[in-house]
Structure formats: C-alpha cells, structure tokens
C-alpha cells in the first residue's frame, strides 16, 4: 500500500476508523474526512479533514481542496446515520436527512472526487443488507432501509458509468456491527468488520465490480 492515496467518510470512529488503522498500518496515506475529528483519528497518523458534513453539500469543498492535485486510490464511502421509524411513528425529517447522508452523500464524495480517482482505483460503497428488499422479512426503519437501497441502486450505476475510468466499485454490508450507531450490540466487532471490509476492497476487480456484498464475501440479494 505504500504510497496509495486512501480517503475514508466517517472515519473518526467505528468501522471508519479501524480502517484507518489498518490503511496506515500497511503504508497507505489516509485521508480521514469527518464532521468531528477524534484523538483515535489523529493517532493513527492520517491525515484529518475535519468540517464535512454530508447534509451541508458546501462543506465537500474543504476536502476537494485537501485533495487538490492528488490521485486517490481507494475511495471508502462509509459516513451514514441510523434512526429508527415505524409506520406509527414516521419522522420525514428523519428519513429524509437519512437520505442525503446515506445515499445522496457517498454520490456526492464520488462526483466530487471522480476526476481525481487514478486509474484501477477501487470505490466502496459501506451499505446494509437492510437495503435489500428481498432480505426484508420484519418491516419498519423506512428511512434506512430506502436510504441503503436507493445507495445499492447508485453503486451499480457508478459500477458502469465508472468502468471507463477503470475503476471498480465495492457495495459491501460490515455484519452486524457493534459501533455507537447500533448501541453497541451485534455480532462482530468494528475492527474484525474492518478486516473482513479490507479483504472484499482488496480483491475487487472490474469484473466484479457493482456486486452486492457482505463483509465475509457472501453474496447478497437486491
């Protein structure tokens, strides 16, 4: 990984940041953007843009100019928001700010930065399998579950509309993870989740590219 450009969204803590970790421990120069920075962040050595928030599509030009003449090869869309809605309880603010920081915001990073990915540059796209209308068999949490679909359907446009480029795109669920975003529960940890992340990024090709998948390579259903 040494001299790799890797830029990581929401890479102050959790899963963002045990990729951090694990992109400096391997030589890669991170780039950890985020609304807040964290000691965690700023010890791993990245570099930290702190300010962008992805509901405040303005703030997107702090990072464009950190990154201003520099070739990005792994790109890590992984900033996004929970809330939790029942068809008895709908917040339309809710769901809709769950939309432009989970699927309107990792399209903005890739629009913004697409002139800088180098060629056979890897994108991944950090979704859920809550985003698979297949998968879902106990309702509710509208605002994430159509916010993580509605990010599928963008990584496999930017899967084609990016081939050209020559770069590949990743749309990867991390497990059920234990980070602040799930109260802690779930079954793997941030760093393992991370690992596993880093495997599925690593062997990403073009002809796999716009796959659907979990962190431990299963294949997932749309």
């Known amino acids: 990984m040494n001299g790799q450009l890797v830029v990581i969204t929401g890479a102050n803590r959790g899963i963002g940041l045990e990729l951090a970790r694990i992109y400096?421990?391997?030589?890669?120069?991170v780039?950890?953007?985020?609304?807040?920075?964290s000691a965690e962040l700023a010890d791993t050595g990245a570099e930290v843009v702190e300010g962008v928030d992805l509901q405040k599509p303005e703030t997107l030009a702090r990072l464009?100019?950190?990154l201003r003449g520099r070739s990005v090869h792994v790109l890590?869309?992984?900033?996004?928001?929970?809330?939790s809605e029942g068809l008895d309880d709908l917040?339309?603010?809710s769901i809709t700010a769950q939309f432009e920081v989970n699927a309107v915001g990792p399209l903005r990073v890739v629009a913004a930065l697409r002139g800088q990915l180098a060629r056979g540059a890897k994108v991944a796209?950090?979704?859920?399998?809550m985003g698979s209308i297949e998968d879902n068999t106990s309702g509710g949490y509208y605002g994430y579950r159509m916010s993580k679909a509605a990010l599928n359907a963008?990584?496999?446009?930017l899967a084609i509309d990016l081939r050209k480029q020559e770069v590949a795109v990743a749309i990867l669920h991390p497990g059920y993870v234990q980070t602040r975003m799930t109260d802690f529960k779930g079954d793997v940890t941030p760093a393992e989740s991370a690992a596993n992340l880093?495997?599925?990024i690593d062997e990403l090709e073009l002809s796999t590219s716009g796959q659907f998948r979990h962190a431990n390579g299963q294949p997932l259903p749309w």
């Open 31 to 37: 780039v950890g953007v985020c609304r807040s920075g």
């Open 64 to 66: 464009e100019e950190a």
């Open 198 to 200: 880093k495997r599925r």
């Open 24 to 29: 400096r421990a391997e030589g890669a120069t």
């Open 91 to 93: 917040d339309f603010d």
């Open 154 to 157: 963008a990584g496999r446009s």
């Open 76 to 83: 890590v869309c992984n900033a996004g928001i929970l809330n």
């Open 125 to 129: 796209l950090i979704t859920s399998r």
